[in-house]
């Protein structure tokens, strides 16, 4: 008890401001990497504080930067920070945290898109799928460039309950940029469902969604048309629609996670009828038949050239 008081009241010893780490060690927030920096300690305060108690907790914060979230985090009482930042610039600033936090910050120079996670804390926090979070939490300020292949990613860890997702269902406090939560800078809690909404596996609903999402600004059945061969198209993109009572003029935004999961129980029958349907890729199929019409160009100039002889 004494030792779990004493965890739940560290407090960071008085350090150098963001700004002023900043300076001290010339970092710039990459543009091309789509970085920006959050230096009011009130904000990343309030942040963390969406994830809940995590006092004694484990964190995992991806893409710490200078360390503002990582400041919070430490101050909220918990046993271990594990962060992960791919940009050395930061490290200098980041050992300083960790040296003003004996035994709680943990760097490693890496990517979080390859980075095994799953290895990172004991297996004693393991908790099976149905029974309340384990004591895990993911944190972080996701750059824009990074935050959709990361997310897609962990969907597919939720799905293979690996990764992240191996001590069980994982709780995850995200900031976005605004093109990801539509404001300059949302704050997102993320929970695992017990189960999933839409029962099929996850490259499945992977594709449906991606296809229905490449044309955002279209009606749905323009991508959808996108998941069948160009010879049944119209056919089989009218009979997907309609098994799935989905109105074809709605637009992607417009359908909600009922149609989706109708989408894809329908596109599973469908593909389940066709063994050949799934591996479908209609980009391979517009470069075969640029490649026919190159090699068709070819013979015509080469026919050409001879009878000019």
């Known amino acids: 008890m004494a030792a779990s008081r004493a965890l739940g009241t560290f ?25 920006n920096f959050l230096l009011d300690l009130r904000l990343t305060d309030k ?26 985090i430490l101050n909220a009482g918990v046993a271990e920070l594990l962060v992960v930042e791919k940009d050395s610039r930061f490290l200098p600033g980041l050992q300083m945290l960790s040296d003003a936090a004996p035994g709680k910050l943990r760097i490693v120079h890496g990517d979080v898109l390859t980075f095994k996670v ?80 839409i029962q099929q596996p996850f490259p499945l609903v992977e594709k449906v969604v991606q296809n229905v999402f490449q044309f955002r600004r279209k009606y749905c059945h323009r991508g959808l048309g996108m998941l069948f061969p160009e010879a049944q198209r119209l056919e089989r993109t009218g009979r997907l629609l309609q098994l799935a009572d989905v109105d074809p003029t709605f637009r992607p935004c417009q359908l909600s996670v009922s149609h989706f999961k109708s989408l894809c129980d329908v596109y599973r029958r ?40």
């Open 47 to 72: 942040i963390v504080r969406k994830a809940g108690n995590l006092t004694d907790a484990y964190v995992y914060e991806v893409g710490p930067g200078p360390g503002g979230i990582t400041r919070s």
């Open 118 to 197: 799953e290895r990172a804390f004991p297996e004693s926090l393991k908790r099976q799928w149905e029974d309340d979070p384990p004591n895990v939490h993911i944190i972080g300020n996701l750059p824009f460039n990074v935050s959709t292949p990361l997310i897609i990613k962990w969907l597919e860890n939720v799905s293979q309950r690996d990764g992240p997702f191996a001590y069980g269902r994982t709780q995850m406090t995200l900031t976005f940029q605004k093109e990801v939560a539509e404001v300059d800078v949302g704050v997102v809690h993320f929970t695992p469902l017990t189960q999933p909404r």
């Open 270 to 309: 469908m593909c389940d009828e066709d063994p050949h349907l799934f591996a479908y890729n209609f980009r391979e199929e517009l470069r075969n038949h640029k490649r026919a019409g190159q090699d068709k160009e070819t013979g015509q100039d080469k026919e050409a050239s001879r009878e000019s002889l």
């Open 11 to 35: 407090r960071l010893p008085p350090l150098p401001t963001i700004r002023e780490i900043i300076k001290l060690f010339k970092l710039q927030a990459a543009k091309q990497l789509s970085q």
